[in-house]
């Protein structure tokens, strides 16, 4: 009988384990092997980050990481590296199932975070994080003053959009129908926005140039009449959504309509009782690394306090 059991590795997770761990909860982390083995989140795929506090130069995504991890484990945070692949949250203690093992906890903190959608573009992935992107907020600085597209034509490509405007040269939007789905109000302060352009019923058919390792321009489909064209872009902005990483969940918490863990305003509490929600899973608003920590300790503070109660 564990009394937290912490499912996920990224900043939410690893930040929970250390409130966790220096409340003397002695937290097991289940950190996850997705991504073909790398545990860590979403960082592990990021090069530079310079917007969290405490690096005043910056520090890669992965090394970033390691910090974490061993932070964790400095406070005796056990850490078992495999994927949970069942829980059972329809009473206390909660089970947990690896393909190896049952786990059995008084309270559980869910910190599986959520992936960015990509195109599936045939060079897309051999130029991540040296053009493309799909964080406006993490990686627009490095754009200052040139030219780049997004993709999308819902409230995130909106607002990357926006965003990206007051720092780049130019902003052209790429979406793939002629209306957007963005409410109202954002679609609008786009498309009143004097650096965005638009390109309507047209998809990114590729993006170029791997053989310099940057992106220098990217190909343009129109979905309508099937005329190819070159953009000249030095960033590609992919804004096509985000999937929650909670399909574990389904039928054991309540998610709201687009798959994300739901919580009490002001809390990490999810629908169950001892069960916490803690970073992108639970957030599709901020999605940053900061917010996620954030919201890691204020998980592990919430098991603090669940488990103070109910001994
Ligand atoms: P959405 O699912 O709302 O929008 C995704 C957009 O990407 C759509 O325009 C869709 O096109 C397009 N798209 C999807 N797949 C592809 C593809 N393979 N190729 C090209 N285009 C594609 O996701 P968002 O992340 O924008 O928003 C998710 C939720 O979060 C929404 O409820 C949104 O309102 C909310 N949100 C709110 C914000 C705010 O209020 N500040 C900010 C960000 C998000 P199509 O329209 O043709 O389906």
């Not at 590296?81 to 786990?103: G, I």
């Not at 498309?191 to 390109?199: A, C, Q, R, S, Y």
Request: hydrophobic fraction near 40%; glycine fraction near 10%; aromatic fraction near 8%.
């Amino acid at each position: 009988m564990h009394k937290v059991i912490i499912i996920g590795s990224g900043p939410g997770g690893h930040t929970a384990a250390i409130y966790a761990a220096r409340a003397n909860l002695s937290p097991v982390m289940i950190e996850g092997i997705v991504r073909g083995g790398v545990a860590g989140g979403q960082l592990m795929i990021t090069t530079e980050v310079e917007n969290y506090p405490g690096f005043p130069e910056g520090i890669k995504g992965p090394e970033m990481m390691e910090l974490f991890k061993k932070q964790s484990e400095r406070f005796g945070t056990k850490i078992i590296s495999a994927d949970v692949e069942r829980v059972d949250f329809s009473k206390r203690p909660f089970k947990l199932y690896t393909d190896e093992q049952e786990y059995v906890a008084q309270t559980v903190i869910v910190a599986t975070g959520a992936r960015a959608r990509w195109l599936d573009l045939p060079n897309e992935q051999k130029l991540q994080n040296h053009g493309v992107s799909a964080c406006a907020t993490c990686d627009g600085y490095f754009f200052r003053n040139m030219d780049v597209a997004v993709v999308g034509g819902g409230d995130t490509a909106m607002e990357e959009a926006n965003y990206l405007a007051g720092l780049c040269k130019s902003v052209t939007v790429i979406h793939r129908r002629s209306e957007l789905r963005a409410s109202k109000i954002m679609a609008e302060r786009a498309l009143k926005n004097p650096k965005i352009k638009f390109v309507w019923d047209s998809a990114v058919a590729d993006v170029h140039d791997v053989s310099q390792n940057k992106v220098n321009a990217i190909t343009l489909e129109n979905l309508k009449t099937g005329a190819k064209s070159k953009l000249a872009v030095e960033g590609l902005f992919i804004a096509i959504g985000h999937t929650p990483n909670t399909d574990l969940f389904q039928g054991q918490l309540e998610l709201d309509e687009n798959g994300y863990v739901k919580t009490k305003p002001g809390t990490t509490q999810t629908s169950v009782e001892g069960v916490f929600a803690a970073g992108d899973v639970q957030d599709h608003v901020y999605r940053q690394a900061v917010t996620a920590a954030g919201t890691g300790c204020m998980a592990a503070i919430e098991a603090e306090r669940f488990l103070a109660t109910h001994e």
